[in-house]
């Protein structure tokens, strides 16, 4: 169900209505996390991105951001065999994303070839990306049990 309209919706619906620069907020990450401003990522430079989602999906939300064109470290690009931050920022952010939504430690997703997020986990959760400017944010939602969310 969406929840501000009340009609049935499946997660790639929710994502295509909340999942939006409108609802993003940027800031530094404490300012974000006194606010308590949705669900949160934190940048290495020290500040953070917020997702405004409604309440009713704020459980089943979750959102990791990487600058765009950050440089890619070598063990990163060793895992993803890429060195291009096109490749592998989508990459790591659906990983990140997959594995907040499921509680996997991190350990875990290391190990995906290629950082891809594999088909049993992706089955699972629903992602978009949103740019804003030079940051690339991965927007999921878990996936609900009835069969319209599929």
Not at 50 to 57: F, G, I, K
Not at 71 to 92: L, M, N, Y
Not at 94 to 118: H, M, R, T
Request: charged share 25%; net charge neutral.
């Amino acid at each position: 169900m969406d929840p501000e309209t009340g009609a049935p919706a499946s997660a790639k619906d929710l994502l295509e209505r909340y999942a939006v620069p409108d609802r993003l907020r940027f800031g530094p990450s404490e300012l974000l996390r006194e606010r308590g401003a949705g669900v949160r990522s934190h940048l290495a430079d020290g500040s953070g991105v917020a997702w405004l989602v409604p309440d009713d999906l704020a459980g089943r939300a979750a959102i990791d951001a990487e600058p765009v064109a950050q440089p890619v470290p070598g063990r990163v690009a060793k895992r993803t065999r890429s060195t291009d931050p096109a490749v592998v920022w989508p990459r790591w952010t659906q990983c990140e994303v997959a594995a907040k939504l499921l509680d996997l430690p991190v350990l875990s997703w290391l190990e995906w070839p290629g950082l891809i997020v594999p088909g049993a986990i992706a089955r699972q959760v629903r992602m978009k990306h949103v740019r804003v400017d030079d940051v690339l944010v991965c927007c999921g939602l878990r996936v609900d049990a009835r069969p319209h969310d599929q």
